[in-house]
């Protein structure tokens, strides 16, 4: 196999393509170590020393010391890990590897994502962002089961007021204008369209 090109990526690390396809990023002195140079045939042993134990091992280093610093989900730490340029099998096993030391876990990050934003935020709202975070729905649903088992319960209609009461909303002054603008933000919020009409219906009749 060919080495066709060797791209400066800073000071210290260099993008390597072999056949004209980008193989993995090495430090300058790993170039020299494993003989990789630009135009030259690159020996399967360092090929594969490389791609087995060099990039495998470094790979999971860095997964490790990102789960050091905060919690990721897994969509999270791949994401991190692709800005290290590493080979999608070396990627893979790096993620495969805190897993099974239960490093990572989508379920346990999503149950107490639910536990800490239950009580300010929306059902709807929790979803959204643990989807964005890369959770899938059928983890996110566990997660809602296994809250609910514990007995964990919501009050969305408890949430709009307290919200409510704190911007100074006023049922007996609030014109249309007002009552359609505290309405467009509590549906921003997630908050289901039935639980705002209710909640600013009483507005009017209580407060």
């Known amino acids: 196999m060919q080495v066709t090109r060797i791209e400066e990526l800073n000071k210290s690390r260099c993008k390597v393509y ?17 003989h990789v140079k630009e135009g030259e045939e ?41 800005q290290g340029f590493y080979p999608e099998t070396v990627l893979e096993e790096a993620l495969e590897y805190v897993a099974s030391f239960h490093y990572t876990d989508d379920l346990r990050y999503a149950s107490e994502y639910i536990r800490c934003n239950v009580e300010s935020r929306s059902r709807k709202r ?48 609030a014109d249309y204008s007002r009552r359609q603008k505290e309405a467009a933000f509590l549906m921003r919020k997630g908050f289901s369209n039935e639980s705002i009409r209710h909640v600013l219906r009483d507005f009017e009749e209580i407060y």
């Open 18 to 34: 072999i056949e004209q396809e980008f193989a993995f990023v090495l430090y300058k002195g790993e170039l020299r170590l494993y």
């Open 42 to 82: 690159l020996a399967e042993s360092s090929y594969n020393t490389i791609m087995t134990e060099l990039l495998p091992k470094r790979a999971k280093l860095r997964a490790m010391n990102l789960l050091q610093k905060r919690e990721y989900t897994t969509a999270q730490l791949r994401d991190k890990l692709k």
């Open 126 to 173: 929790i979803e959204q962002d643990l989807q964005g975070k890369g959770v899938s729905k059928d983890v996110i649903k566990s997660a809602w089961e296994e809250w609910e088992e514990l007995g964990g319960a919501q009050d969305e209609e408890s949430m709009i007021r307290k919200l409510l009461l704190k911007r100074g909303y006023d049922g007996d002054t």
